[in-house]
């Protein structure tokens, strides 16, 4: 599992925001587009991509895209 | 599922949050209404006005799943009709970005469809949102809710007019769909995988 690709992923759930604001260090919460639906659909990638389930409380910990990967890492 | 967030009656200790998302022009982008800043007093008032019982009207702070229940948002429903049995969803609003997990919004969904269709026994929800509320229009999508048509150019807001939807579900639907499993987290994001495939 890479966390190249991984933001690459990342990045897709997001309409309005470039591809090239996304690193492992990015605070997503930050982001302007960040909201509820962007939420479920990093949810619903990493379910569909990855499969593994993620809980609304472990994302709401995560402060960054590195931290989100670091914990699906740890769900394989 | 555990709860992610619980709703409960405002509280005076909600001013202050109250306060800041008011006047965050950010946060009010994207809502039907105006916006312009309000000062603190007319926050405490906001928050007294959704105290208590309403015949018309009833609003919940929604509030984080623990002791200290801090409010994170608020949802409400509006213009509660007992002889057409309808009422009008009038939003979510989560202020704290933390709880823009999804997880706050399902769970805000479902409670005031519960409460209006199970404990008010409400034949018809319906809401307003603005054409280019994508998130809004989405959500319509995953709660297999109905638009219903648009009222153009129904709002000026930001120098311009703008479309407005309207959409509606009714019990008899939500029930069905209820019981058919459809607003378990399971399928919503099913649906959303869905959704987004289909759009690209």
Redo the contacts between chains.
């Keep these: 599992m890479e966390i190249k690709e991984f933001i690459q992923n990342f990045a897709e759930?997001f309409?309005d925001t470039d591809a090239s604001v996304f690193t492992p260090d990015t605070v997503f919460?930050?982001l302007?587009e960040?909201?509820?639906?962007?939420?479920?659909?990093?949810?619903?990638?990493i379910?569909?991509e990855y499969g593994v389930t993620i809980?609304?409380?472990e994302?709401?910990t995560a402060k960054t895209v590195a931290d989100v990967f670091e914990l699906v890492k740890s769900k394989k | 599922m555990g709860k992610t967030v619980l709703f409960r009656e405002f509280e005076e200790r909600d001013t202050e949050f109250i306060y800041k998302c008011k006047n965050d022009k950010d946060l009010n982008r994207l809502i039907v209404g105006s916006f312009h800043p309000i000062s603190y007093d007319e926050a405490r008032n906001w928050v007294h006005g959704c105290m208590g019982e309403h015949e018309s009207y009833k609003y919940w702070a929604i509030c984080t799943n623990d002791d200290e229940q801090r409010i994170v948002g608020w949802i409400s429903l509006s213009s509660i009709d007992r002889v057409n049995n309808s009422a009008d969803f009038h939003g979510i609003v989560i202020g704290d970005p933390a709880y823009r997990d999804g997880f706050a919004w399902i769970e805000s969904y479902l409670f005031i469809y519960d409460y209006a269709f199970e404990v008010l026994k409400l034949n018809r929800v319906y809401g307003h949102s603005r054409i280019d509320h994508h998130a809004s229009q989405m959500t319509h999508k995953l709660f297999h809710v109905t638009e219903e048509g648009v009222l153009r150019q129904s709002v000026f807001k930001d120098g311009k007019y703008i479309d407005v939807t309207i959409s509606s579900i009714l019990r008899s639907e939500y029930l069905k769909f209820k019981s058919e499993g459809e607003y378990e987290m399971k399928s919503v994001l099913q649906r959303i995988k869905m959704i987004k495939k289909s759009n690209k």
């Design positions: 759930q309409e919460h930050d302007d960040w909201g509820s639906l962007i939420g479920l659909s990093i949810i619903a990638m379910d569909d809980k609304g409380d994302l709401r």
